[in-house]
C-alpha cells in the first residue's frame, strides 16, 4: 500500500514553461495507471516516489514507511526505498550478461540463495535458456522480462514502470502486458504504470489516474472514466469521443430524459442532473455506438440527423465514416461494401448513447 | 654510436609513476565533479583546470614555494628523508602529475557523465551502494574512455619540459627527462641524439594516440 502526496514548482527554462506538480493518490495491489498525454507530470511522479526527483512539499509513504515527508525533511535515498522501477529503455547493465544483471540486485544475499533465486526467477520469466547472453543478445521482448525479473529480484514493496509499451509493436505489447499481469497475479504488489494509451489502461488498470498540467482531473476503474468523463478536458484527453456543442431544449426529470439542440436537430438523451433549459453543453458520443445507412430518399426519423458522407477510414475491424458535419460512425466492412457508392447517409445516435458535459 | 638512453628511461618511470599518481587522485576528483553538488564545486572545477593553462613555469614556481626546503612540506621531507625534494626524480614525478592530472580528470570526468543515467538509477532502486554503483556499473561502462584518458595523461607526462626543469633541474643522469635532455641536446650542437630521442618520443606518443583513439572509437560505438 502506498500512499502518495507531492508538490513540486519547476520555473519556467528554455523549451519549457513553469509547471507545477500537485497530485495525491493511494494505490493498492493491483495495478494503478497514471494516464495522461506527455508532459502531464506522470514521469516526475514516478521520479519522485522512486527518489530520483525530491518534491518540494508533501508525504510519501510505502506500507506504513516513510520515504518522504516535507514536513519533517526526511527523504530517503533511492536505494532504500525498496521501489522497483522499469526503465522505458529497460536500463539493463549492458557490460553484464541477463545472469549477473539479476544477481546484481540479489546481492544482500548469501551467495547459494542468490543462486536459487535468480535461478527461479529466470525459469519464472522463461529466461534460463538466454542467462548467459549480453543484453544486447537478447530479443526485445526477453529484454523486457529481464528487467522485470531483475526489478523484482531486489525484493521491492512495489514496482514502478515507466512507459514500457512505448515504441513496442502489437505482439511485444501483448507480450508485456502478460508480463505485468503475471506481477499482479504473482506478488501481489502495488504497480503503478504510466501510459498515455488508453487500450493499455483497459487491458491492465485495476484502477486509473487521468493526470493533465500536473493534477489528476479524474480517478476510477478505466471502464467507469469512459462511461462517465468528469469534464471536457477529460474527454478530450482520453480522445475516443466525438464532442459537439449542443443547447438543452427541455427536460424531463420524471421520465428521466431530455432533448437537445444540436445544429437545426433535435435529439432525445438521458436526463441532465444539473442543467437547465437554455444551457449549453458537450454532448459526447462514442463512433462506435453510432449507427450509420443509407439514407434513399426517408426522412429523418427520432435521434437521426440526415448527412453527407465526407470520407472513410480503413480500421483494423472496420470502416470509419466521416460526414460532412463533423460526425462519425463505424460500419462492419462487409455491410459498407453493399453501400460504398452512397453518399447521403442517415445517422441514428440511440438516446442511451448521447450523453453531455 | 654511443648514445644516453638514460633520459628516455627516466622518462617513462616518472611518467609511469605520475598516471598511477593521477589516475588514482584524477579519477577521485573526476568522481567528486561529476557526482556530487558541493559547496566550492565550481571553484575546484577551475584550480584543476587552471595547470592546462597557465604557462609550465608558473605552475613550476607554485610548485617551487610549496615543496621548495623553505618550505614546511620541503623542511618536513628533510627532516624525514635526510635530503632536500627540489632537484631530485622525484620532485619530476610531482612535476608530471601537476602537468597531466588535469587533462586526466577533464576527460575521465566527461567518461563518466557520458554514461546513461538510467544504469545509475537503476542500480540505486536495485538496492545498490554509491561505491558499488561506481565500481560495478559506472567505472566499468566508462572504463575504455577513462583507460584512453590514462593514455593521453602519460603521453602528457612524458613530455613536460617547464615544471620539471623548474623544480627537478637538468642534472644528466639523475634528474634529466627526455624533453630537457634533447632541449640539452640541441643547445650543445649533438644533433644526432636529439634525432634519435625526438624520433622515439614522437613514436612513443603517436601509439599512445592511436591507442587512445581505438578504445574511444570502441567506447562509442557500444
Keep these: 500500500m502506498i500512499s502518495v502526496r507531492i508538490q513540486k514548482q519547476f520555473a519556467a527554462a528554455p523549451g519549457s514553461a513553469a509547471f507545477t506538480l500537485d497530485l495525491e493518490f493511494t494505490a493498492g495491489a493491483g495495478v494503478t495507471v497514471l494516464f495522461g498525454p506527455?508532459?502531464?507530470?506522470?514521469?516526475?511522479?514516478?521520479?519522485?516516489?522512486?527518489?530520483?526527483?525530491?518534491?518540494?512539499?508533501?508525504?510519501?509513504?510505502l506500507d506504513g514507511r516513510l520515504l518522504f515527508d516535507g514536513a519533517s525533511g526526511v527523504c530517503l535515498p533511492p536505494r532504500e526505498r525498496q521501489c522497483g522501477y522499469v526503465f522505458q529503455n529497460y536500463a539493463l547493465f549492458p557490460h553484464m550478461s541477463l545472469r549477473a544483471n539479476l544477481g546484481f540486485a540479489a546481492e544482500r544475499l548469501p551467495r547459494l540463495e542468490r543462486h536459487r533465486k535468480v535461478q527461479e526467477m529466470l525459469e519464472r520469466f522463461h529466461l534460463e535458456d538466454v542467462a548467459g547472453r549480453f543484453p544486447h543478445e537478447l530479443s526485445g521482448g526477453q529484454r523486457q522480462r529481464g528487467s522485470v525479473a531483475r526489478a523484482l529480484l531486489a525484493a521491492p514493496r512495489m514496482v514502478l514502470l515507466d512507459e514500457p509499451a512505448r515504441g513496442l509493436d502489437a505482439p511485444l505489447r501483448e507480450e508485456l502486458h502478460e508480463v505485468i499481469r503475471e506481477v499482479r497475479e504473482g506478488f501481489q504488489l502495488p504497480v503503478v504504470l504510466v501510459t498515455h494509451d488508453l487500450e493499455e489502461c483497459f487491458a491492465l488498470g485495476d484502477h486509473m489516474h487521468v493526470v493533465r498540467d500536473g493534477r489528476i482531473v479524474q480517478s476510477g476503474t478505466p471502464e467507469s472514466i469512459v462511461e462517465q468523463p468528469a469534464s471536457l478536458d477529460v474527454a478530450r484527453l482520453l480522445g475516443v469521443y466525438d464532442l459537439f456543442p449542443a443547447e438543452v431544449r427541455s427536460l424531463d426529470p420524471g421520465a428521466r430524459t431530455s432533448r437537445l439542440r444540436m445544429g437545426e436537430h433535435e435529439l432525445s438523451a438521458p436526463y441532465l442532473p444539473g442543467k437547465f433549459k437554455g444551457d449549453h453543453v458537450w454532448v459526447y458520443v462514442l463512433p462506435e455506438r453510432v449507427k450509420a445507412a443509407p439514407r434513399e430518399g426517408q426522412r429523418a426519423g427520432a435521434n437521426q440527423i440526415p448527412a453527407t458522407l465526407a470520407r472513410t477510414i480503413e480500421l483494423p475491424r472496420g470502416i470509419r465514416l466521416e460526414f460532412t458535419n463533423g460526425l462519425r460512425a463505424e460500419v462492419p466492412r462487409e455491410?459498407?461494401?453493399?453501400?460504398?457508392?452512397?453518399r447521403e447517409w442517415l445517422i441514428e445516435i440511440p438516446p442511451g448513447e448521447l450523453r453531455a458535459l | 654510436m654511443d648514445l644516453d638512453w638514460f633520459p628516455l628511461w627516466l622518462s617513462m618511470r616518472v611518467a609511469a609513476l605520475s598516471t598511477l599518481i593521477s589516475t588514482v587522485a584524477g579519477l577521485w576528483l573526476a568522481y567528486l565533479l561529476a557526482n556530487r553538488t558541493f559547496r566550492g564545486r565550481d571553484a575546484l572545477d577551475a584550480a584543476v583546470t587552471l595547470p592546462l593553462v597557465l604557462p609550465p613555469t608558473v605552475l613550476g614556481y607554485y610548485l617551487l614555494v610549496v615543496i621548495g626546503r623553505e618550505s614546511w612540506f620541503g623542511r618536513a621531507w628533510e627532516a624525514v628523508w635526510g635530503a632536500p625534494l627540489v632537484f631530485t626524480w622525484q620532485a619530476a614525478v610531482l612535476a608530471a602529475v601537476l602537468h597531466s592530472a588535469p587533462l586526466l580528470i577533464k576527460s575521465a570526468r566527461a567518461a563518466l557523465e557520458s554514461v546513461d543515467h538510467d544504469y545509475e538509477r537503476a542500480a540505486r532502486t536495485l538496492g545498490a551502494s554509491e561505491w558499488r554503483l561506481f565500481v560495478r556499473v559506472t567505472l566499468p561502462l566508462a572504463s575504455r574512455s577513462i583507460l584512453a584518458a590514462v593514455g593521453l595523461a602519460f603521453a602528457r607526462a612524458l613530455g613536460d619540459f617547464g615544471v620539471t626543469i623548474m623544480v627537478a633541474g637538468n642534472i644528466p643522469g639523475r634528474t634529466q627527462t627526455v624533453a630537457v635532455a634533447i632541449y640539452d641536446a640541441v643547445e650543445s650542437g649533438n644533433g644526432a641524439a636529439a634525432r634519435a630521442l625526438v624520433l622515439a618520443v614522437s613514436a612513443m606518443a603517436l601509439g599512445i594516440l592511436w591507442l587512445a583513439n581505438r578504445l574511444q572509437a570502441r567506447q562509442a560505438a557500444r
Excluded at chain 1, 521520479?47 to 508533501?58: M, N, Q, S, T, V
Aim: aromatic share 6%; with cysteine.
Design chain 1, 335 to 342: 455491410e459498407f461494401a453493399a453501400m460504398a457508392s452512397t
Design chain 1, 38 to 61: 506527455s508532459g502531464s507530470g506522470k514521469t516526475l511522479t514516478l521520479e519522485c516516489i522512486a527518489g530520483f526527483l525530491r518534491p518540494g512539499a508533501g508525504r510519501i509513504e
